[in-house]
């Protein structure tokens, strides 16, 4: 539980009660436990590496951050096994079946969380044109890639959205904010043709309101293929943490990463109430 978001929490609330059908997720960590008290067996679990089969096994790829914040910390340590989940270099939270944390095509949703970067030693990119990019928070499409995410490239801050293909720094130097929460909103329709649209604001530390606006429209935001022609078959969730997909220690990025997240919200406008909230 993080204080000062508070307050965004409760536009999210005011927005909401105007309409009718919804999901509200929300995740805070204030029991203290690293699925912050939603199951983690059954079909409708949350999956949380240590626990769900095929995830990083290192005991601190999640934990809760000591001092009674309850903040939970994602670390990936590189050329480790025991950090590597499905295949990569990866500790997230995901979903399986929470009908807030879920969208498909022609859904509204909103979403809410805070991120701190933790003692960040950024990658360099020597011999390359940049360092590997590390996703901190997607929107991932199963059956396929990320309909839209973040990432830490270097210094740089980075959204990406149409699958990947396209890129915007949102933050160019995150180092003044090194371990500060920073703050950041989603709005997204989500459309399979180009009718769709995304608004993201961030509030940086030191902000007292949100800001930082990136909106786009008329585009498609929920991805039905890669660029190759490959479909993306399933449908899409929200998933936070650290996903290291080309990390190269050898090329120069940084051997260890630790991100934290709290106090995230998901909202499906067009999807009936989760059960567990
Ligand atoms: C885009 O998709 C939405 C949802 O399926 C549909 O209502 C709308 O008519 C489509 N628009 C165009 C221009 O195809
Ligand atoms: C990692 O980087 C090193 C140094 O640039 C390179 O020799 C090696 O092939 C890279 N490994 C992978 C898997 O790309």
Request: net charge negative; proline share 5%; glycine share 10%.
């Amino acid at each position: 539980m993080k204080p000062t978001h508070i307050i965004s929490a409760i536009t999210i609330s005011t927005l909401a009660a105007s309409v009718s059908a919804r999901a509200v997720f929300n995740v805070n960590y204030e029991d203290d436990s690293v699925s912050s008290g939603y199951p983690t067996t059954g079909p409708n679990r949350v999956l949380v590496p240590g626990i769900e089969p095929g995830l990083a096994t290192a005991k601190d790829a999640v934990y809760m951050v000591a001092g009674g914040a309850h903040n939970t910390a994602f670390a990936v340590v590189l050329d480790d096994p025991t950090y590597v989940g499905g295949g990569f270099p990866r500790s997230e939270f995901g979903y399986a079946g929470f009908p807030g944390a879920t969208y498909k095509d022609c859904e509204h949703g909103e979403y809410s969380f805070s991120m701190l970067l933790k003692d960040l030693v950024p990658s360099v990119k020597g011999t390359r044109d940049a360092p590997a990019e590390d996703v901190v928070w997607q929107f991932k499409h199963h059956g396929g890639g990320h309909d839209l995410h973040l990432a830490l490239v270097g210094t740089n801050l980075v959204l990406g959205w149409g699958g990947n293909v396209y890129k915007q720094v949102i933050i160019d130097n995150v180092m003044p904010y090194v371990n500060k929460w920073m703050d950041f909103r989603f709005d997204v329709l989500w459309r399979s043709n180009n009718t769709g649209r995304f608004t993201l604001d961030m509030r940086l530390p030191g902000e007292r309101k949100f800001g930082h606006t990136v909106a786009k429209k008329d585009l498609q935001t929920y991805v039905t293929a890669s660029p190759d022609g490959t479909p993306w078959t399933g449908t899409g969730s929200i998933q936070y943490g650290v996903y290291r997909h080309s990390a190269n220690s050898t090329a120069g990025d940084t051997k260890t990463l630790i991100v934290y997240h709290d106090e995230i919200t998901a909202i499906n406008f067009n999807a009936m109430a989760d059960h567990s909230n």
